[in-house]
């Protein structure tokens, strides 16, 4: 699972952002992950606490925003909700789907002092 | 620990390199920081924060997890089309064949291209070596504990290499069908590989890796008279992922769908040939890729 890199990604990015404009200690870090990301929120949560530990984000808490799967359905010419990359078009059945949104892996906000 | 991109390098060494490496070299950063003064109050947890009530306060910064890597992914990938280097990522689980495969593509296409090869394990030096038997010049990454390579190891093992215009660089990720699928390495295509011996489902079970992957191999299909392997339904599945992906059917062992395969190679490494003769004459060409 990468998800430890994930959270050692994000805390390379807390400890730049910090000297860069000036917070000392990260109280809520707000996650948007998308459902097509390939994170899964648990590991995510899990790896969050051990990766913060004595850092400027020790017993920070982790929100993270659920994006739905949303792809394109070249059939039917409209924007549908997908749970899995694989999944067919709910409409039509179509296997031919673009995915448009939920493949995010972001910071969002930071609560900070 | 690497204090630039942060992606588990703590544990990683790269042959013929001390294991902490320093960053004595320039980093383009070009993320951008569109909200990093745009402190907000009153958009807290519970949305009670008011500006004077509490010291702490609120910041946007809408950055991606792995904006860090896609810096060095960026800058790999500058360089290798600057120097004209066709650079493939393989990516497998354990035990289908890659080596293998690797290998012998690199005895029957070593006399005509020139090739070097990047391989990450997590321990040992075993794959390099085999490499190096073959004559073409490999450099082993050990991840440790980490479970996929990333664009900035890759970025220090080229330095390496001394890869000449016109090379094709293969990187043989770690054998693992979730995380490399992530972790973008500057390639110019990424090369899935996945052998009959695995269930023809592996596609729908891992769809972010044959998503992410431009190229199927479906090796070892010398052995299909000996399983229950469907070739139909697995090519099916993995285009139900990824419509576009182009299919190969090889066997590493005898060596059938082989030529193909080396066709592509060859193809994509004119192509991008043409597009760096025109680059070279206005740009200067790179000495390096920057790690």
Known sequence: MHEMSLCEGVLQILQTEAKKQGFKRVKTVWLEIGELSSVEPEAMRFSFDVVMKNTLADAAQL????????????????????????DECPDCGNYQL??????????????VE | MCTVCGCGEGESRIEGEHAHHHH???????????HADSHHYGHGPAHAHAPGMNQSHMVQIEQDI???NDEY???NRQAFAENGILTLNLVSSPGSGKTSLLTRTLQDLGDEIPM?????????????????????RAVQINTGKGCHLDAHQVGHAVDHLELARGSVLMIENVGNLVCPAAFDLGEAAKVAILSVTEGEDKPIKYPDMFHAADILLL????LLPYLDFDVAQCIDYARRINPGIQIFKVSAKTGEGMQDWYRWIETALESRLLGHTLQAADAPAANTVTG
């Open chain 2, 73 to 75: 992914a960026r800058a």
């Open chain 2, 24 to 34: 004595g070299h320039d980093h383009a950063h070009a993320h951008m920081h569109e």
């Open chain 1, 98 to 111: 673009q995915i448009t949104g939920g493949d995010e892996m972001k910071i969002k906000e930071l609560e």
């Open chain 2, 66 to 68: 792995l904006s860090k």
């Open chain 2, 219 to 222: 090796n070892k299909i010398d």
């Open chain 1, 63 to 86: 929100k993270i925003i659920h994006k739905p799967g949303e792809a394109w359905c070249t059939q039917c010419s409209k924007t549908v909700n997908v749970k899995q990359r694989y």
């Open chain 2, 116 to 136: 070097a090869v990047i391989e990450g394990d997590q321990e040992t030096s075993r794959d390099a070596d085999r490499i190096r038997e073959t004559g073409v």
